[in-house]
């Protein structure tokens, strides 16, 4: 193909048109009201409408039916010309009741926050009463406006609200001091790994200390580029060299749960990997007594595969065995909690996993994590053994034929790693439910009234063992 002669454009111009064609929607009907709405706001000259007003204007259109309503804003979010987060079960309530107009305004108000010499001299300490100075514009933003800009700093991962504030209190991490303080951790005793980036975002670990921060060790302990976390009794240092392009992991802890803290870490940076294009990490595992010495973990896992046993790598001086660099870095997923349910209450369960998963956990659903073709009775026993909690949900028809056995495994994991296990009683389910013998003495969860936050938050306590402040 070339721009100067021509040559290979009307190809390309038809493979084109003819990949649009095969897109979803493209050749859906829509009625004609639909674009007098969109005509409509596209003349507007408004940062932001409130859903109310986005209502009255599609009724005034000639959209009157809420289904439409909906329908149409999702197109107008898809087509760029309305930034639209509306998700009643999600956790950004912040974001449920503006449309952004202008996505500018958006990004113009957490760079005046990002930037802020106040913020910066607090090293990202920020207080929701300060809001107001710092954005300045009251026209441009007003009060009844600042927690949705907060909210998408949320959502995209810059700042986080301290666990006794309230919510009027927050940390940026990528205003953090720059020192890495004195931390005693000795790395030799650890599980360690490295990720090697070609090139490392500056912003890159500061995202991971806020997926995290429900991790967070006992004494809170984070710099710019680092942060210590406690997960299943073993404390964790995370630490980025943007220069070198490295990422620096290290478990010290119990060895039983170390596998188990660090899955977790891997989860979180996967992620993360997954919303940035053609990152491509690759993870390293360091020699035990040669730490500078490194083995891609990919390498390692094909050896084993292939039945080799021992690897010479480059830069040591004597053979490793495979199966040892692997201990406690496997890649089967480590999940933070087992959903055990009923299959009639599924749409219920399914909401309950992914307001989890929002909040940052590694949920086991079976729908989500089954593979097709597998003994399902295998995957669960594998996952009942190494998740780090169950959730036995009961709904109004009781439980499902496999659900008790379910709850055998999960009870005798209980006793034998002190496993949590948390009776959760949805909504419909009886007043006073006929809980299992060795159900009835554990402490269990009541959404009976609905998927409430004081329900949830009970919930993430009885998973993470991290008490919500009120």
């Known amino acids: 193909m070339s721009c100067k002669t021509g040559e290979g454009i009307e190809t390309l111009q038809t493979e084109i048109a003819e990949q649009i064609r095969s897109l979803p929607h493209v050749s859906d009907l829509l009625p004609e009201s639909y674009f007098r709405v969109k005509d409509h706001l596209a003349t507007q000259r408004k940062d932001f409408i409130d859903y109310r007003e986005y209502k009255k204007l599609c009724c005034k259109k000639g959209v009157a039916d809420e289904k439409h309503q909906q329908i149409l804003i999702r197109f ?19 974001l449920r009741d503006t449309n952004i107009l202008n996505p500018e305004w958006v990004t113009k108000g957490v760079y005046k926050i990002l930037n802020n010499l106040e913020l910066i001299h607090r090293h990202g300490v920020l207080d929701r009463e300060r809001l107001g100075a710092i954005l300045s514009d009251s026209r441009c933003y007003p009060p009844s406006r600042h927690d949705f800009i907060i909210g998408m700093m949320r959502k995209f991962e810059l700042c986080f609200e301290f666990p006794d504030c309230n919510g009027q209190r ?28 070609n090139v490392l975002p500056s912003g890159l670990i500061s995202r991971f200390i806020v997926r995290m921060h429900h991790r967070l ?29 490295r990422i620096f992991v290290s478990v010290l802890g119990p060895k039983p749960s170390r596998p188990r803290a660090l899955a977790a870490i891997r989860d979180a940076f996967a992620y993360i990997h997954s919303t940035i294009p053609k990152i491509g990490p690759e993870e390293k595992v360091p020699l035990p007594d040669k730490p500078g010495v490194v083995v891609s973990h990919s390498h390692l896992t094909k050896l084993e595969e292939q039945g080799e046993e021992s690897i010479f790598p480059d830069g040591a ?14 890649t089967a997923p480590i999940f933070d909690v087992f959903l055990s349910h009923n299959s009639k209450d599924k749409p219920v369960v399914r909401r309950i996993g992914e307001q989890l998963k929002a909040l940052g956990l590694r949920v086991w659903l ?8 597998r003994a399902w009775q295998e995957a669960l026993e594998e996952i009942i053994q190494t998740v780090g909690s169950a959730a036995v949900l009961i709904g109004p028809d009781g439980f499902g ?22 009776p959760v009683l949805l909504p419909g389910a009886t007043k006073k439910p006929d809980l ?4 009835s003495h554990l402490t269990w969860v009541d959404l009976r009234r609905g998927l409430t936050k004081a329900g949830l938050d009970r919930l993430m306590w009885g998973i993470t063992g991290q008490k919500p402040v009120p």
């Open 76 to 94: 107008l979010h898809d087509l760029g010309d309305v930034l639209y987060f509306h998700d009643p079960q999600g956790p950004y309530h912040e």
């Open 170 to 197: 927050l940390l940026i991490p990528e205003l953090l001091h720059p020192n890495e303080p004195e931390l005693g951790f000795d790395t030799k005793k650890a599980l360690n790994l490295e990720y090697h980036y």
């Open 217 to 245: 060790s006992p004494k809170p302990t984070y710099w710019r580029s680092g942060v210590v976390l406690e997960i299943d009794g073993n404390l964790s240092l995370v630490r980025a060299d943007t220069q070198r392009g």
């Open 317 to 330: 001086d004597h053979k490793y065995s495979v199966r040892e660099l692997l201990q406690g870095i496997r």
């Open 366 to 373: 079976d729908e989500w994590e089954l593979a097709p073709g």
């Open 401 to 422: 034929p496999w659900e008790v056995p379910e709850m055998r495994g999960c009870l005798s994991e209980f006793h034998r790693r002190k496993m949590p296990v948390i």
């Open 436 to 439: 299992p013998m060795f159900l």
